[in-house]
Structures are given as C-alpha cells and as structure tokens.
C-alpha cells in the first residue's frame, strides 16, 4: 500500500499481543508505524509488519529522545504486565511533549492513574480490541469498529461533510467503495435497511459492513 506522507505518523511501545494488534493493523493501512519492545524477539518477529522496529528499553528518557519518539503524532503504549513501567514510560512520553498519547490500562484503578497523569486516551484491552483501536486512532470518521471475521469487519462511520444532503443512491456507497450500509443511526433514532432515497444529514452515523480491504480504502479516501 502506498503510503500518504502526510498522514499520522504512530509508534507503538510494548509488543504484547495488543501492540502487536495496533502496530500491524496500522501498518496495513498505510501508515508510518515505529514498533519498540525489550524483547529482541517481538522485535524480530514484527520487523517485516511495520516501518521500522527497534530493541530498546524506553523507561529511559534519553532513549525515548535517540529514538524520536517525540515526533511521531501519536504514541500506543502497550506495555502490559509491568504497571510501573507503563506509568513511568506515559509520564516521559508527556513531560517531554508528545501530542497524543494511548495508554494501556490493566484495571479502572490504573487507567485513573494513567488519565492523572496526562495519558490522552486510555484503553481496556480486554474491551477493546488492537484492531478496534487502531482504526478508531487512524480515522476521525470511524466512531467504532467490530471484526466480524478475519476478512469482514462492521464499522460506525461518522457522516463524511461531502455525503451530507445527498441520499444513499446517490452516495452508493456500495459501488463506489464496495461497502454496504445496513443501518444509519439520526440522533436517538435508528433506521434499518435505509432505502436509496434515505437522505444524510449532519451528524448522522452510517452503520456498514465490508471486507477490510474496502473499509481501509474507505477509510483513505474520507480521512
């Protein structure tokens, strides 16, 4: 996939089976992903899914500098079994200035900590799935994100501007990017197999459905 050089660029620390999730689902859709982990065999084991993969110990603040971790848009972390390590490393990433940062939380008492201490977004792995996350960080329209199987997946899509006064026919999502809306969330209100004449308004919720692939080139082409 060819890569938009001014796209979000993400790196993601801690490969365990969530940063893993987050790091090569990202990399699918065409973005610029740094995966880092103390383990020399995460890293070869991700090497060939990302854009670059780096052995480091990142409890370090002068590492996370060498790296330039810094300058990446947003930064997942995924360290998952040291809770020490996980605030340590969310307190670095904020104090030397990262925009966005994504932390990982083991319980509600740990994600108050990390939300305490400056983490952007905190994130329940057992609720939410690396894959889930990653779209929802990718693109601002994709309100949620639910794989079906590992080829289909259902998605929430937040009303793109262009499509909105336009009706389904003529949108024709179907055609066009070879996803089917099967719901359209207005407010409270739902309305099941809405009909080509069913017109979007703003701040309407398109409920699809499609193979990844599609819904990543959907994805590109409203982000």
Known sequence: MVKDKGAKQ????GLGRFGISVAKTLFRMGFDVLAVDTS???VNEIVD???HAVQADVQDEEV???LGIRNYDVVIVGV???IQANILITLILKEIG???VVAKAQNDLHGKVLAKIGADQVVFPERDMGVRVAHSLAAA????FLELSPTHSLAEIRVPNKFIGQNLGEVDLRAQYGITVIAIRKGDDIIPSPGADTVIDRGDVLVTVGSN???NHFEEKVR
């Open 141 to 144: 329209n994709i309100m949620d």
């Open 64 to 66: 996370i500098r060498r």
């Open 80 to 82: 998952g079994g040291d």
């Open 49 to 51: 899914y990302v854009t």
């Open 98 to 100: 990262v925009n966005h």
């Open 213 to 215: 692939e599609e819904l």
């Open 10 to 13: 993400f790196a993601v620390i």
């Open 40 to 42: 020399e065999q995460r």
